[in-house]
């Protein structure tokens, strides 16, 4: 693999660099930024945006509705995005159901979704995780009942991201309880307007509502909204895994923190001196960097070299995650004593939580505390660890 640019790529680059320069709105990059809570109107206005230059789904292939980018040209988007303080796009309709429907799913389900998420017109959420059934996927309970033309779904789904602006859920429900548990799950699409359907906030560490409990009491889904086979849904979960993992790399945000990282420790001073010059935290600040850049070449490798991610992905999932956190943490240890406390009021309003802090400190701490689920979700690392094994090394 040729790990420079081309002249076109390059080219690419610029366009997409004048483009986001010219219509990111202000107010939402300082947001990004800033590190402050974006709002569904954050994201909408947006992909908006994306959606009237035709690049919300640039990625996707042309029969789909896309401009067929290839893995190096999405790369460079994700990246000049990031880097200018562009909110990541919401993945779950672009990125992870799509792929599904697209592959495994029926005409009408591809003309009718594949046209309203490229549109920007319906927000998705992902349905996998249930209480007590996390790491161990396929012992989910939420069941579907098939009475005619339609499904009657009944159980929870925790840990929903975003599920409060949601309008579709992608689920993995059980439609037979007679065979093996991987064998009687089925992937159905939700409408969460539907009667009987229940959002309950999940407050974290760091104050914010990003995830929530979901109910489904008595919901009727279409059969139509059954995508593929019934029974068929964990090969369906596992293939999506795969772009949700790699997903989850997020080298152009790291690049942005990674600066940032240096700014602070320049302006950060021990025993007189800027941390900066510190030769302990340079060569963690070193360390960080060397894993960004690996971590960059390996997910250009490795999108190069297949078209659709395999289990490879978990490695990436695994060094993207580290990278993320040790980001963070290397922040924290920069701030000293002004990471400490964090206040949402202060985030919000742009002001310091403490005094004796500065106004960037706040939003950076509850960063620190909001990252450490990143190694979770999308499957842990520790599982992540064991496919490697078993899937990349053969053992």
Request: proline share 6%; hydrophobic share 40%; net charge negative.
């Amino acid at each position: 693999m040729d790990l420079t640019y081309t002249p076109e790529e390059q080219a690419f680059r610029e366009a997409v660099r004048a483009f986001v320069r010219a219509n990111l709105p202000r107010d939402i990059a300082e947001k990004v930024l800033g590190h402050r809570a974006l709002v569904k109107d954050d994201w909408v206005r947006w992909q908006d945006l994306l959606a009237r230059q035709g690049w919300l789904a640039g990625h996707w292939p042309k029969e789909h509705g896309g401009r067929g980018w290839t893995p190096v040209e999405h790369h460079l988007f994700d990246e000049e995005c990031a880097a200018a303080g562009a909110p990541r796009l919401i993945p779950f309709g672009l990125n992870m159901v799509a792929p599904v429907i697209m592959q495994f799913g029926s005409p009408w389900q591809q003309e009718h979704y594949l046209s309203r998420i490229r549109e920007n017109k319906d927000w998705w959420c992902q349905g996998y995780s249930e209480p007590g059934s996390g790491s161990d996927l396929a012992s989910l309970k939420t069941r579907a009942e098939r009475r005619g033309d339609r499904y009657v779904v009944n159980g929870q789904k925790t840990w929903t991201t975003l599920a409060q602006y949601a309008d579709m859920i992608f689920c993995l429900v059980r439609t037979d309880a007679t065979v093996k548990k991987q064998e009687g799950i089925s992937f159905l699409l939700i409408d969460m307007h539907s009667p009987g359907v229940t959002v309950r906030p999940l407050i974290l560490y760091d104050e914010e509502h990003e995830v929530n409990e979901v109910f489904f009491d008595d919901v009727e889904v279409p059969a139509e909204n059954l995508v593929g086979e019934a029974g068929r849904g964990w090969t369906y979960a596992k293939f999506l895994l795969g772009y949700e993992r790699t997903g989850i790399t997020g080298v152009g945000a790291s690049k942005r923190e990674l600066q940032l990282l240096k700014e602070i420790a320049s302006l950060q001073t021990k025993s007189g001196r800027p941390l900066a010059e510190d030769p302990v935290f340079r060569a963690l600040l070193a360390q960080v960097e060397i894993d960004l850049i690996a971590l960059e070449t390996t997910l250009l490798r490795v999108l190069s070299a297949r078209d659709k991610p395999g289990p490879e992905a978990s490695i990436l999932k695994i060094a993207g995650t580290e990278v993320q956190q040790a980001l963070t943490e290397l922040m924290m240890e920069a701030l000293g004593p002004a990471a400490a406390p964090f206040s949402r009021r202060a985030i919000e309003e742009g002001g310091p939580a403490a005094p004796f802090a500065p106004a960037y400190a706040a939003p950076l701490a509850a960063r620190y505390f909001g990252w450490r689920k990143v190694s979770i979700y999308g499957g842990s690392n520790e599982i992540q660890r064991n496919i490697i094994a078993q899937h990349v090394l053969g053992l």
